[in-house]
């Protein structure tokens, strides 16, 4: 085990070659982030994604690669999602170069597009906040909400 490797495990706690917001820069990390929720729903979609990514940040006053690694906000960061050892990947999909823009320019996205949505889900899940709730928004697979 060479130094990196000994610093990598003993005091991060993580493995060479295991993804980590720390391996990323803040760009990668949104751009990752709007990949891994919504690459598969198209521009709108990953538009929609990194304007509640922008909602969010400017709610919690935190930059917004922080609002995407915040504990258990976006799945793909979650210490137990099966994506997280892949996301470095997600950089070179064909979808990467529209997500890169996305997230050079979060802060000056038109979130209205959203309804200044904080949250979303996609239809598949119904998470314990979502209850009772109307969606101000559907986009493709996902329901967007302005919760507070």
């Not at 495990?9 to 990390?29: Q, Y």
């Not at 690459?39 to 917004?64: F, N, T």
């Not at 099966?82 to 000056?108: D, E, F, G, T, W």
């Not at 200044?116 to 559907?138: D, Q």
Request: hydrophobic share 40%.
């Amino acid at each position: 085990m060479n130094l990196k490797t000994i610093i990598l495990v003993g005091i991060l706690g993580i493995l060479p070659g295991k993804a980590c917001a720390a391996n990323h820069t803040p760009e990668e990390i949104v751009a990752i982030t709007i990949l891994a929720e919504a690459r598969g729903e198209g521009e709108q979609g990953m538009y929609a994604v990194a304007c509640v990514i922008a909602q969010r940040s400017i709610e919690r006053k935190l930059a917004p690669d922080k609002v995407c690694t915040q504990k258990w906000q976006f799945s793909c960061w979650n210490p137990n999602d099966p994506q997280k050892s892949k996301l470095r990947r997600l950089l070179s999909v064909s979808q990467a170069k529209y997500a890169k823009r996305l997230a050079l320019n979060i802060m000056n996205l038109d979130r209205s597009i959203v309804g200044f949505a904080n949250h979303y889900h996609t239809h598949r899940v119904k998470p314990y906040w979502s209850k009772g709730k109307t969606p101000v928004k559907v986009i493709g697979n996902h329901r967007f909400f302005k919760l507070k």
